[in-house]
């Protein structure tokens, strides 16, 4: 069975922080190649926030999220973390985390998201 556990969201003032961890387990840690976090907001479309791949290179990050989010992994756990500082309500969204696995070009193992809410 594939699974994909997202924790950390919340509610929090603009300019908090918040710290996500997503947790992969079965058949979504089958030859991982990348993990990742996307966000989708009421009536907008899931957009890209951040990835990491699994053998070196460096992390992606979309430009809307760059230089207030970071995106790490654990040493020997298939556990990706996403740290959020300096928030804004724009970044009020359901998050997603996902898999790429080798031989694809997409992220094909989902997560059933946790929310961020930010306030003004």
């Known amino acids: 069975q594939s699974q994909l556990v997202e924790s950390g969201g919340g509610a929090v003032q603009a300019g908090g922080s918040l710290r996500l961890s997503c947790e992969a387990s079965?058949?979504?840690?089958?030859?991982?190649?990348?993990m990742g976090w996307f966000r989708q907001a009421p009536g907008k479309e899931r957009e890209f926030v951040a990835a990491?791949?699994?053998?070196?290179?460096?992390?992606e990050y979309a430009d809307s999220v760059k230089g207030r989010f970071t995106i790490s992994r654990h040493s020997t756990k298939n556990t990706v973390f996403l740290q959020m500082n300096s928030l804004k309500p724009e970044d009020t969204a359901t998050y997603y985390c996902?898999?790429?696995?080798?031989?694809?070009?997409?992220?094909?193992?989902w997560g059933r998201g946790t929310q961020v809410t930010v306030s003004s």
């Open positions: 996902a898999v790429k696995h080798l031989g694809r070009d997409d992220f094909s193992s």
């Open positions: 079965g058949r979504s840690t089958f030859r991982m190649s990348a």
């Open positions: 990491v791949r699994w053998n070196g290179g460096g992390p």
